[in-house]
């Protein structure tokens, strides 16, 4: 294989930019023809939608930190109330997605690049898509199934875990514990039905990097 692609993934403090940006400069360390994205979703248009949203049905901006379950209902209540909201806001996040991902990634790899993505689809699906429209794990793998034949798939993906009170620990601009305990669930739910390789993201950074970099060089090989 004369390229990879390699992905990290992962909720909020698990240290999936910090192996990601590592495994990059080791990469152009070798020699290696390598390119380093972040692959989540940026809204653009979703973002003036969303911002209404929160104007219209939220009480205050601080309410995703004083009331995460709220944020969450709320969100989740104003999609459920409309297919049609519902549906624009699927089709428009998933649009979007393609066209960032066809300019940072497709066009990259096609050229030859491997890509190292800090975060890709599976973060944008969970994140952006399944936590509020309430997908079940059958349905997000169907989501899945289809954006390949828009976007590359990886031919690895890491999922960095650590438990909820170490990631509040690393990050101070995480809500709740329950916002992560409710996506390290879709997570592990995701990990488990499309065979993504686990990680500890507690153990020592040095290892995890010989970890990560010989799954590389074993595809590189192929």
Known sequence: ???????????????????????????LQENKKTKKIYGRYRPLLT????????????HSNNEIFSDYDGFLNTRRSLLKASSFISRIYLYTVIAEYIFQI?????????????????????DTIINDISLYAGLSL?????????????????????????????AVQRKNDIPSLDYLR???KLYCEIAGSQQFLTLDGTIDPSILKKTVLEEINRLLKN
Request: proline share 4%.
């Open 47 to 58: 973002k003036h939608l969303t911002a209404l949203a929160k104007r219209l049905f939220l």
């Open 1 to 27: 294989m004369a390229k990879v692609f390699v992905c990290f993934t992962g909720s909020d403090g698990s240290g999936k930019s910090t192996i990601a940006s590592s495994i990059f400069d080791s990469m």
């Open 138 to 166: 059958d349905e997000t793998n169907d989501l899945l199934r289809k954006a390949w034949y828009f976007i590359p798939k990886p031919d690895i993906v890491f999922l960095l875990h650590v438990p909820e009170q170490v």
């Open 102 to 122: 066809t300019i940072k990634l497709t066009i990259p790899y096609g050229l030859g690049y491997s890509i190292i993505s800090d975060r890709y689809i599976y």
């Open 182 to 184: 409710i996506r390290n």
